[in-house]
């Protein structure tokens, strides 16, 4: 069945270091890739998403690319800041049934 | 607009209590789904509805029972709850279940956070 590893936690940075939250996943056909971030005591939200091989999704300084290859859509930043401490976690969509496919969910802490 | 607004924030109830939780989007959506959260783990999927009809129950104990009134609303209503089900309820909402590789993005609120005493 479909199924996503995605890099265990927690991960703790200093401000400004370069971020890599590894994501891979098992899945059939080509499924739209996601990454949702949930800041303390709040919901999810949509952080980048991707939808065909080769596909960079962005926003806010992350970026994710899917790469069909290696079944992988790793996060990266560049300079993380303390605002960006959250829990991320990386989503296939299973295409045929509609439902994400979480992974286990990586908690980021950035120290000033 | 992506929002998907979910009342109330905190709920408390007995567990011979009957609460319900809401949920409303209005960006024309025709997907609504509820997940259950627990601490330090992902949203697990409980129901799907697809043009108002219950499309996917995830063998969720029937003291859950989801209802959807209108394209734009979605109620989880709560009866003779366990200390266990204590968790956050999120509810999301996407274009349409089927829109495959399209972009069909799942968009969700901020959840309603529910403990049962």
């Known amino acids: 069945g479909n199924s996503v590893t995605q890099m265990e936690g927690p991960v703790t940075l200093s401000e400004e270091a370069f971020l890599t939250i590894n994501c891979t996943y098992t899945a059939t056909g080509y499924p739209s890739l996601f990454w949702y971030v949930q800041y303390p005591g709040e919901g999810l939200q949509l952080l980048l998403k991707?939808?065909?091989?080769?596909d960079k999704g962005s926003n806010k300084g992350f970026e994710a690319t899917y790469r069909k290859e290696t079944t992988s859509f790793h996060l990266e930043k560049g300079s993380v800041q303390v605002s960006d401490s959250a829990v991320y976690f990386c989503a296939p969509l299973d295409n045929q049934g509609g439902k994400l496919i979480f992974g286990q969910g990586t908690e980021l802490s950035v120290k000033p | 607009d992506t929002e998907v607004t979910q009342t109330p924030k905190h709920l408390v109830m007995g567990m011979t209590n009957k609460k319900s939780l809401k949920c409303e989007q209005h960006m024309g959506h025709r997907a609504m789904y509820w997940y259950k959260q627990k601490a330090k783990k992902p949203p697990e999927l409980m129901f799907v509805y697809s043009y108002e009809k219950l499309s996917i129950n995830e063998s969720v104990p029937s003291r859950f029972s989801p209802e959807c009134p209108n394209s734009s609303l979605l109620n989880l209503h709560l009866h003779a709850l366990q200390p266990e089900d204590s968790a956050l309820y999120l509810c999301a909402s996407s274009q349409d279940r089927y829109q495959g590789t399209g972009g069909n993005t799942i968009y969700f609120g901020e959840g309603s956070w529910l403990t049962v005493v």
């Open positions: 991707a939808t065909k091989a080769d």
